[in-house]
Nanobody, 125 residues
Framework: QLQLVESGGGLVQPGGSLRLTCVAS????????IGWFRQAPGKEREGVSC????????NYADSVKGRFTISRVNYHKTVYLQMNDLKPEDTAVYYC??????????????????WGQGTEVTVSS
């Protein structure tokens, strides 16, 4: 079964930047849209951004538009999330997942690949 592994999180001051990486275990990854999701303490998991299988389309949650950029390099089985101008409210565990676009949002497809461990992002001074 395809697996996804996230990395790149850490502690950063407000206004800082991080780049998250999602690496897939199989090249079948290139057949799917991939989404980034996050879960803050005490809150439900929410969609952050999503990218089409060939990178031809992207979407972003309103809260991160203009600050985050999603990209992918299928040859490297990798999806990135560049996060700039980070804010304390971006603090969360970030996960990537195979996704299906549905009514303008990306729905995680954990039937195709399970959630990984995630990578923790803390934005604090």
């Amino acid at each position: 079964q395809l697996q996804l592994v996230e990395s790149g999180g850490g502690l950063v001051q407000p206004g800082g930047s991080l780049r998250l990486t999602c690496v897939a275990s199989e090249f079948s990854f290139s057949n799917y849209a991939i989404g980034w999701f996050r879960q803050a303490p005490g809150k439900e998991r929410e969609g952050v951004s999503c990218i089409g299988s060939r990178g031809g389309w992207t979407n972003y949650a309103d809260s991160v538009k203009g600050r985050f950029t999603i990209s992918r390099v299928n040859y490297h089985k990798t999806v990135y999330l560049q996060m700039n101008d980070l804010k304390p409210e971006d603090t969360a565990v970030y996960y990537c997942a195979i996704s299906t676009p549905r009514s303008g949002v990306c729905v995680p497809r954990t039937d195709l690949a399970p959630w990984g461990q995630g990578t923790e992002v803390t934005v604090s001074s």
